[in-house]
């Protein structure tokens, strides 16, 4: 007979859901245990307190843990379950915002309760009329920094879900490209290709379409389109490109090796042209200039050492002296014209 923890084992092995409620339970019952604890030794330090508005911090204190307790359990129970790291990441930092921004407003709502009820009204001050203009002046302020504050939270959320680092080389909706070299709260700021800074706000950032040639790694494929002329045979261009791009492995830096190169007859048969795609794999976005520079001097060379001619467009015009070949045209008159409109 087995003893009863291999049973449970075995139990908890067959069925997950069972662990996970286990698990759950055990976390909130430690959170209760920690509230009680927590609340009991601060109520027995504010019995030292002479003070009659006592009651108004213990109780923003037991709301207070309450909370971060609550967001805590939450927070560990979902780290229980097999979720993806990248959404793992994205919850854990988003909790620790929130425990963050709860403990601030309480120690803020702690200070002007102290405040008000011990030294200003001590003093003969009171504060109903100064709160009164600051909440009209809070308002007044967040509507002239409307633009700032959605910059800032868009700053938040950029840092938050990871769609560019720094480094990665990213193109906008809009057409601006470059290297992200440094995001701050209010503007992400990308260095083009000229060397120009392009400075991109955030809100503009998180609301448009980005283009990320660094994710999920900065390796791509490179299509180089190839026309040759009609009467060009298929087979042997096919193999003269994928030979000239097998050669360029080693000496064109930026041609990654680890895929081999390969020719496809797309998108095929042009109005003067055959027209091919050479796909090979670069190291990164910007590495695909050189390897196009270095590919196409090398597919010239060769295209010129076999005989292969690249399309130019050429019409054929027949002109014949043979009255007889001449196209007739009608002749229309008037009054049939006006008898046909009727």
Known sequence: MKDPISLLSQLL????????????????????????????????????LNWEHKHFLIALIERMITLILVIAVVSAGLNLFPLSGRLLTVLNRSFYVAILAIGIYCVAK????????????????????????????????ALALQDTLSNFFAGVYLRLDHPVRLGDYIKLESGEEGF?????????????LSNNTIVVPNAKLASTIVTNF?????????????????????????????????????????????????????????????????ICRVGNYVDQYLVQHELRKRI????????????????DVHVSSNPSNEIPFP????????????
Do not use: C
């Not at 030294?119 to 109903?128: F, H, M, W």
């Not at 992200?180 to 083009?192: F, Q």
């Open 13 to 48: 092995a067959q069925h997950a859901w069972i662990k996970y409620a286990l698990e759950i339970t055990l976390l909130t019952l430690g959170a209760a245990v920690v509230r009680a604890i927590a609340l009991r030794f601060f109520r027995r330090w504010t019995t030292r």
């Open 110 to 141: 702690a200070a002007l309760l102290i405040l008000n009820q011990i030294v200003l009204e001590n003093l003969g001050i009171s504060l109903t009329a100064v709160w009164t203009t600051l909440g009209v002046g809070s308002v007044a302020i």
């Open 180 to 192: 992200v070299m440094e995001r701050g709260w209010r503007s992400t700021r990308i260095k083009a």
């Open 214 to 278: 660094s994710l999920p790694d900065p390796h791509m494929s490179l299509l180089i389109p190839i026309s040759v002329n009609l009467t060009s045979d298929p087979q042997q261009v096919e193999n003269i490109l994928v030979d000239e791009a097998n050669r360029a492995l080693e000496a064109v830096p930026g041609l990654l090796s680890d895929s081999a190169p390969f020719v496809r007859f797309i998108p095929g048969f042009g109005q003067f042209s055959l027209d091919f795609t050479l």
């Open 300 to 315: 010239y060379k060769r295209f010129h050492d076999e005989g292969i001619e690249f399309p130019v467009p050429r019409r």
């Open 331 to 342: 002749a229309f008159r008037t009054k049939d014209l006006l008898r046909e409109s009727r």
